[in-house]
């Protein structure tokens, strides 16, 4: 048999992703035939989820680059500079990451490990995790596939809340949306946040010292046992059916939780004793993906015994020690000479192979000068090649073409606001989201100042003793992706920096997640094209601090978020954008206060229905034409926004998204207190659809007729909108929709339909 043959045998065999022409350029770097751990290491880690073969080159569009910059995209987790307080400099630690195939095979497996990885993300960053948030993408529960839909959304809340709530993390909320493009590929992406002094941030290479003494490589956590094996390059193909269980990993939150505090403790000996070292948590590719790259950024080698490794399975193959996903594990790279101390401190002090069988810190590898990556297993060599070779990875230049959506819209019609509010406010999208809300805990840790539902975005209070906040909030609009790609990126960013803005805060970092397709596909690597620049051009003009950008700082690419069945997903482009207020005090939340203040719209009204709720939920129509992004107004308006919350001005405020302007007041008015209910008294009778529902960017903005009065210069794009009434409707000359009527059927609806199972068309 020839070496081609060999390869096509390996690949058939061991069920590998890489193609023919990838094994071959493997075996040509070895030259020979590659060893079965190196076919399963090269396959990881050129795989789509771990190498961005086809991103790459696309992501260089976004910027990444302030001056609040500390750590941009590339090691674990991205920092930004917060705030100064007690004689020490705050740096905000945030990462963003996708666990969307493993959370519909497995789905409460799959959100919980992806709530575990991604606060490992930011713990190996030497932060201190302060929340997490999770964007969450299913498919139509009242559809053909509603059934399993509905199991699937419960899994995957069951998965995060068990997960965060028991690991001690608040919930900070996030976003939830239906589409039945995701029946057969639900969206699991999550967010981490935290805080790290900025003299004690961690990395995730081996530090030049590395050169000049003896470094090794202590394995800390679980023992290592088959889960999560092939789980990259299974997230890095298109979905089969439930076949793939075995790729999804297992979570242990307590243990991580004590993994959690003698990590610190360990850390905190590191620093105290002057000693630079290298962090970095294993998740996709395990062992072989955390050793192979804190070498190679550390321009180093490394040879790793496998004999060393803690296993709770015996006889497991070189290749699955190597390239399970294991929870709840660590890679630390500390000089030789104090590693008996570090072991000490995870074994002895923290006691954790008493905690959990096998369980506990391992030396398993030595760094070396020759930049190599060398395994040993059972006292025979099972993989020998240069590190760099596993590292770089591929570059794919795919090949696109554009699949525009024609523009259809629907024929005008007059409109019947109280109906149609009804409707939106029933719909899947408009429907309450405190039934997904009330299972997680976002008040763990004591610092949580907007609860999920109270603000557009979360705010918290996380440096005791200071009074800077920092918001945070998620977007993403499948609806706007079907129909423009571009835009659908751009108001992504938009979107969720409106929401930050809306609470006084000034957007300083975004992460984002792009879930799309089969890259192979023209039409879907197009679709993935416009959106990355959509996001880019969103970013450049949103920028509020200086003249910087808003910079990308973390991020994570899904691809093959398409059944081998049914089509791709639609274009779902989701970031989360972080904001800093210096006083939380200034804070302002979407509840109406008082009777007879203005509401301000923020922002004309445009016709630009495509996408909207207004025209799925009440015409069954998409129409086509998706909010322009006007970036120069955009960033006018949020100034304008921020200016008045400073100056005390603004009472609530709420930003125009879905449902438009009319759904945005009952919101407001639902967020009132319960035991002084308001609501809003538009100034004008006209039952014009774009007025009311148009979802063009723009705010409203509770404010007294002094405050309004006191406006000098006032921008064209502010009108007054109408006043806060003290009855809990909303209203205008001519109609009137009595919330009374439907208040608990829209914060029940979602427990109603998926947990309850009450409606189920």
Request: aromatic residues 8%.
């Amino acid at each position: 048999m020839n070496l081609r043959d060999e390869l096509k045998e390996a690949i058939r065999h061991r069920s590998l992703a890489m193609t023919l022409e990838e094994a071959e350029k493997l075996a040509g770097y070895v030259g020979r035939m590659p060893t079965p751990l190196e076919l399963h290491l090269f396959d990881t880690m050129w795989s789509e989820h771990c190498s961005y073969k086809s991103s790459r080159s696309l992501l260089k569009l976004l910027p990444t680059h302030a001056a609040s910059v500390v750590v941009g995209p590339g090691e674990d987790a991205g920092i930004v500079k917060f705030t100064d307080h007690d004689g020490y400099s705050w740096d905000l630690v945030v990462a963003h990451e996708s666990h969307n195939h493993p959370s519909q095979v497995l789905p409460v497996e799959g959100a919980a490990t992806g709530i575990g990885g991604i606060v490992r993300d930011v713990y190996c960053m030497g932060a201190r995790v302060t929340g997490s948030l999770d964007l969450l993408r299913f498919g139509d529960p009242l559809g053909n596939s509603g059934e399993k839909t509905r199991a699937i959304c419960r899994g995957v809340v069951e998965g995060i809340w068990k997960y965060g709530n028991a690991l001690g993390v608040p919930n900070l909320g996030g976003d939830t949306r239906f589409h039945e493009g995701y029946d057969d590929n639900c969206l699991v992406n999550v967010v981490s946040l935290g805080f790290v002094r900025h003299d004690r941030i961690v990395h995730s290479f081996v530090p030049a010292e590395a050169h000049e003494e003896q470094y090794v490589l202590i394995l800390v956590g679980k023992p290592t046992d088959d889960t999560g094996f092939g789980g990259a390059t299974f997230a890095s193909a298109d979905l089969e059916d439930e076949s793939e269980k075995g790729a999804v990993q297992v979570a242990d939150p307590f243990l991580k939780r004590v993994l959690s505090e003698a990590n610190q403790n360990v850390l905190d000996f590191l620093f105290e004793r002057g000693i630079k070292f290298g962090f970095k948590d294993l998740g996709a590719g395990g062992i072989a993906c955390v050793t192979s790259e804190l070498a190679a950024h550390g321009n180093l080698g490394i040879e790793v015994n496998l004999d060393l490794v803690p296993v709770s399975i015996p006889d497991l193959p070189s290749e699955v020690i190597a390239c399970a996903e294991t929870q709840e594990r660590y890679g630390l790279a500390v000089p030789k000479r104090i590693s008996a101390e570090v072991l000490d401190i995870y074994n002895e002090k923290y006691e954790m192979p008493r905690l959990f069988p096998g369980a506990g810190a391992t030396v398993i590898g030595t760094f070396t000068a020759e930049p190599f990556y060398r395994v040993l297993h059972c006292g025979r060599e099972v993989a020998n090649t240069p590190v760099e070779y596993i590292t770089e990875g591929l570059i794919y230049d795919r090949d696109w073409e554009p699949s525009p959506t024609p523009v259809i819209e629907p024929d005008f019609r007059p409109c019947d606001p109280p109906e149609d509010l009804k409707k939106m406010l029933l719909s899947l999208d408009g429907a309450s989201r405190s039934p997904v809300w009330s299972y997680y805990d976002s008040e763990v840790q004591g610092s949580t100042h907007f609860r999920p539902g109270e603000a557009d975005a979360c705010l918290t209070v996380p440096i005791p003793g200071c009074r800077a906040g920092l918001a945070v909030s998620g977007d993403g609009n499948p609806w706007f992706g079907e129909l423009d790609p571009f835009l659908a990126g751009a108001h992504a960013v938009g979107e969720a920096v409106r929401n930050v803005v809306a609470t006084g805060a000034t957007p300083i970092a975004a992460t984002d997640c792009l879930n799309y397709g089969n890259p192979e596909k023209a039409d879907v690597f197009w679709q993935f094209r416009r959106g990355v620049e959509g996001i880019a051009a969103a970013c450049m003009e949103l920028g509020l601090e200086g003249e910087d950008p808003l910079p990308i700082v973390s991020g994570n690419v899904s691809f093959y978020n398409q059944s081998s069945q049914g089509g791709a997903i639609p274009p779902s482009p989701i970031v989360a954008v972080f904001g800093r207020i210096d006083d939380f005090t200034k804070s302002t939340d979407i509840s109406l206060k008082t009777p007879g203040n203005l509401v301000i719209l923020v922002g004309d009204r445009m016709d630009e229905l495509g996408g909207s709720l207004y025209y799925r939920t009440c015409i069954d129509h998409r129409g086509g034409r998706v909010p322009a992004f006007r970036g120069k107004l955009e960033r006018e308006m949020a100034r304008f926004v921020l200016e008045c919350c400073e100056a005390g001005k603004s009472k609530a405020v709420h930003d125009i998204s879905d449902g438009g302007m009319i759904l945005a007041a009952a919101e407001m008015a639902i967020a009132s207190r319960p035991d002084a209910r308001r609501g809003i008294l538009f100034n004008t009778d006209e039952l014009n659809p774009v007025l009311l529902y148009s979802e063009t960017p723009g705010y409203l903005i509770e404010m007294s007729q002094e405050s309004w009065d006191a406006i000098e210069n006032k921008p064209e794009f502010l009108s007054i909108a109408g006043i806060v009434s003290d009855e809990f409707s909303i209203a205008a000359p001519g109609w009137k929709m009595d919330l009374r009527e439907i208040l608990e059927d829209h914060a029940s609806r979602l427990d109603r339909i998926i947990w309850r199972e009450e409606i189920t068309e």
